[in-house]
């Protein structure tokens, strides 16, 4: 499991508010990432990271805003959530040097 | 960016039976092709890879080719179980911080 948390792991919320989930990694690695998986669409990259304070976009980043401060921390906040965000998030992390990149257990977010 | 396309969405095989899904990618730059699977309500599992250097790999039942020139790759499963029924999902790397473009998915259903 590379040693990747997420949590919360299930959440429900109303639209309009904020929301925060959190990636945890005990492999000091550094490139860490927030995907969404919805049906129809596959897993789609929200943002990424590629060290302490140092953040970019992804394919699908409107709404969305990501920070690290920590190497083993990567928080991905939704500022004001909207229906359109129900989905599963993934954390990921990669395994430098081979690529292999590896999986947090999800969180389910459902925003009524 | 990358572009990954993936065939069938959805493939049902009888026990034994081989079972094929194919991947196409737009970038050239691209230079590793992991695939994964996920079994519903898990993480998605990386469950072999290739990198451009190579043309084939194989993993006991399973095995991956690639083409470049074409720009294609592709997962063979010989000896369908029903514990490989899954959705499966391939990917290709590019950009500095290792970002993966994955696939939509292919949905394998191995029938008994």
């Known amino acids: 499991d590379a040693g990747i948390t997420q949590s919360p792991r299930h959440k429900v919320t109303e639209t309009g508010t904020p929301v925060t989930l959190r990636c945890h990694q005990t492999e000091n690695h550094r490139y860490m990432y927030w995907y969404r998986q919805d049906p129809g669409h596959g897993l789609r990259l929200i943002h990424y990271s590629y060290g302490v304070k140092d953040t970019d976009k992804g394919e699908v980043s409107d709404g969305y805003s990501v920070s690290r401060s920590k190497t083993e921390d990567f928080l991905l906040t939704l500022e004001s959530a909207t229906s359109s965000q129900t989905s599963v998030y993934f954390c990921?992390?990669?395994?430098?040097?081979?690529?292999?990149?590896?999986f947090g257990p999800g969180t389910r977010l459902t925003v009524l | 960016g990358e572009n990954v396309e993936q065939h069938p969405s959805t493939l049902s095989v009888q026990e034994g039976d081989s079972a094929v899904i194919k991947c196409t990618y737009s970038?050239?730059?691209?230079?590793?092709f992991p695939w994964y699977k996920q079994e519903l309500g898990k993480r998605p599992q990386l469950i072999i890879d290739i990198r451009s250097n190579v043309g084939e790999k194989k993993d006991q039942r399973i095995a991956v080719t690639l083409n470049k020139t074409a720009k294609h790759f592709s997962l063979h499963i010989t000896e369908t179980q029903p514990e490989d029924s899954a959705v499966y999902f391939c990917?290709?790397?590019?950009?500095?911080?290792?970002?993966?473009?994955f696939g939509s998915g292919t949905q394998l259903t191995v029938l008994p």
């Open positions: 990921a992390i990669t395994r430098d040097i081979v690529n292999e990149q590896f």
């Open positions: 990917a290709a790397l590019s950009g500095s911080a290792r970002q993966l473009t």
């Open positions: 970038d050239s730059a691209s230079n590793y």
